[in-house]
């Protein structure tokens, strides 16, 4: 019970510092505004990530593309972790690093956006996902822990979680996800009150 405790109080306390960060606050909300204005001129959000960034990146493609709050048309998006047959044949043929980059290659356009999900902001092949997003003309948002890593540098924005916990860093990391969610699908298909 106590440990129970302890973990619920140290999310609270991440998802609080969050809050008291109007900079960062204001940071998802452009996000979120940059997202809507992809999706209206019928251009497509990409998503990529490791481990449980990959399952977050999963989970929030599937909210916008098929149903978060209510029913309406599903929206382009996807995460680039889900085909594994791609993922091995490129890991095998080039190199695990480069299995996000090659997909984004081939499937995005100048205009979409992608968001790049790395606690640490280092994993290799979520940056050559972001370095490749920069030759297209493709919007790079980074979700990240606190320093921000290698992708600090290269994204247009950053959403850097106040933390070094892992655990916390992915669960305000799917919380924004949520908000971003709510946040495009109320914009997009607003509901009669």
Known sequence: MELL???????IATKQKLLEDEALLATISMVG??????LKRSNRIWLCGNGGSAADAQHIATELSGRFYFDRPGLPVEALNINTAFLTAVG?????????????????QAGDVLLALSTSGNSPNVVNAVKMAQQMDVVSIGFTGQDGGELKALCDQLIAIPSTDT???????????????????????????
Not at 33 to 38: G, I, K, Q
Not at 168 to 184: F, V
């Open 5 to 11: 405790s302890k973990v619920i109080r140290s999310s």
């Open 167 to 193: 655990p916390r860093i992915q669960e305000c990391h799917l919380m924004i996800g949520h908000a971003l969610c709510e946040y495009i699908e109320a914009t997009l298909f607003p509901q009669e009150k």
């Open 33 to 38: 505004e940059w997202c809507v204005a992809s």
């Open 92 to 108: 095998n043929d080039y190199g695990f690093e480069h299995i996000f980059a090659r997909s984004l290659q081939a499937k995005a």
